[in-house]
């Protein structure tokens, strides 16, 4: 089974900065990787995804994420964050079990936003 | 028009109670799914319906039981509640059964069990 790390549980940022948050995943040979955003008191939504080819990913609201196969990550950035991108941050690959999808996410991170 | 609607959005009840938690997507989507959030903000798949039929159980308790009277609803009954079913409970859906597919994820239901 696919696993996913998400090294940092909480990420403070003052507004304007870049911000980075990152995510590895364990190896196989077809990957596919999420990066979803859950606001406070709210479902997630879909940021961006990589399935095949370029490696880099543009995704909602400004984010970008780079998929990189010899480290196995997917990190996701942003050049300069809003009080607005204050959120949960979920990376997730995706395998099929059993004929269907199955997302498994990592643990999440915090993104704060200090202004 | 919300695409994954669940209702309630909150749910506060005792221990050893039956309840209901209702999910209904109006995007068409032909696979539903409910997840569980702990806590610690950690989610996992619970079950995920195709075309009204179960393709995965995560070996989720005998309490815990779905059901998808048509494609564009998936309910989840618990009978006998726990303190530890106290999470937030995601419907999600998406289209087809494909790695490469996006699931669209309901507002949650918070569930507290005392």
């Known amino acids: 089974a696919q696993s996913v790390t998400q090294l940092d549980s909480q990420v403070p940022v003052f507004e304007e900065a870049p911000v980075e948050l990152r995510c590895n995943y364990s190896?196989?040979?077809?990957?596919?990787l999420f990066w979803y955003v859950q606001y406070p008191n709210q479902g997630l939504q879909l940021l961006l995804k990589y399935l095949s080819g370029s490696t880099l990913v543009k995704g909602i609201n400004g984010f970008e994420a780079e998929f990189n196969k010899s480290q196995t990550s997917f990190h996701l950035r942003k050049p300069s964050v809003h009080i607005s991108d204050t959120a949960e941050y979920f990376c997730?690959?995706?395998?099929?079990?059993?004929?269907?999808?199955?997302?498994?996410f990592g643990q999440g991170t915090r993104l704060t936003i200090n202004p | 028009d919300t695409a994954v609607s669940q209702t309630p959005k909150y749910l506060v009840t005792q221990m050893g109670n039956d309840k209901s938690i209702k999910c209904e997507q109006n995007l068409g989507h032909d696979t539903m799914y409910w997840y569980k959030q702990d806590s610690k903000k950690f989610l996992k798949i619970m079950f995920s319906y195709n075309n009204k039929e179960l393709i995965i159980n995560e070996t989720v308790p005998n309490r815990f039981s779905p059901k998808s009277p048509d494609k564009a609803h998936l309910n989840l009954h618990i009978n006998s509640l726990e303190l530890g079913d106290s999470a937030v409970y995601f419907c999600?859906?998406?289209?087809?059964?494909?790695?490469?597919?996006?699931?669209?994820f309901g507002p949650g239901t918070r569930l507290l069990v005392l």
């Open positions: 190896s196989s040979v077809s990957v596919y």
């Open positions: 997730a690959v995706s395998e099929v079990i059993q004929g269907a999808q199955k997302l498994v």
């Open positions: 999600a859906s998406s289209q087809g059964t494909g790695p490469r597919g996006t699931q669209y």
